[in-house]
């Protein structure tokens, strides 16, 4: 009689395990697929220090930024976070050309890179004077153009000056990766002059390193900056593009850029 009883439970107890185990599986499909929506509205998206517009603090990693935000507010109004990852610029221009980053803020737009990114925005215009960087006293070393053929240019690996500095191959260019190694192969004298877009990242990395001993040479190049945000062809959100680039000019057009700069101070940097 025991022995009937235990084979009269055994289904119901199959029927529990059954039950059990199918909400178990269950419960791990639906974390897998809420795992993986979460990563699906996620972008990559890379930062470097290029103050003031752009400022990383290496020791905390924070990454302070007007553009850093207003990325964030557009990806938010497509459904969107943005994950960000300090990159000097040179990677990131590697990284967009294979996908393996999505976005990179203040990417100059110029035929090469058209070949393996989008250009989202513009989201406002700067003009600026490119310079070049001499020691202090030589600023008549360069007076016009035809001058830097006789000098060794620094330049920063990956950036677009302009139009005939960049495919001139008569004159002789020194790479570096980022403003610090410039500032400091500068100083080792490793170049005569160098090529700067970003005056004040080039004069806060010569501060970091205690030298002052620098100037402008008399030559310098007039330019207009469109400030775009590069999206990899290769980004696995590139069906998105569409979507986010009107959220951005939605942004611009209605002040809201404008008004993310004054919050930092920084109205002066688009206009």
């Not at 070949?115 to 925005?121: C, H, P, S, W």
Request: include cysteine.
């Amino acid at each position: 009689m025991y022995f009937k009883s235990i084979l009269v439970s055994l289904p119901s107890v199959y029927a529990i395990l059954c039950v059990l185990g199918c909400g178990f599986f269950a419960g791990i499909i639906v974390a897998a697929e809420v795992q993986s929506a979460t990563f699906s509205n996620v972008l990559r998206a890379d930062f470097r220090h290029r103050p003031p517009e752009m400022v990383l603090d290496e020791r905390t990693n924070t990454m302070t930024s007007p553009l850093k935000d207003i990325l964030e507010e557009a990806a938010a109004k497509v459904g969107y976070r943005v994950e960000w990852s300090a990159r000097p610029f040179a990677r990131s221009i590697h990284e967009l050309r294979v996908g393996t980053v999505d976005i990179v803020p203040r990417t100059i737009r110029d035929e090469e890179r058209e070949a393996f990114v989008r250009f989202l925005g513009p989201i406002g215009t700067q003009t600026r004077d490119i310079l070049f960087l001499v020691k202090a006293g030589e600023e008549a070393k360069i007076k016009s153009y035809e001058d830097l053929y006789q000098l060794t240019v620094g330049v920063k690996r990956g950036t677009v000056y302009f139009e005939r500095f960049n495919t001139d191959p008569a004159l002789r260019k020194i790479e570096s990766t980022d403003d610090e190694n410039m500032a400091r192969m500068f100083i080792m004298g490793r170049f005569d002059t160098m090529v700067v877009l970003d005056r004040a990242a080039i004069e806060n990395a010569f501060k970091q390193l205690g030298y002052d001993r620098f100037s402008y040479a008399d030559y310098r190049q007039s330019n207009r900056i469109e400030h775009y945000f590069g999206m990899s062809r290769n980004s696995t959100h590139a069906a998105i593009f569409d979507e986010l680039n009107r959220a951005l000019l939605d942004m611009a057009a209605s002040g809201r850029v404008k008004q993310i700069y004054q919050a930092y101070g920084l109205a002066a940097e688009v206009e």
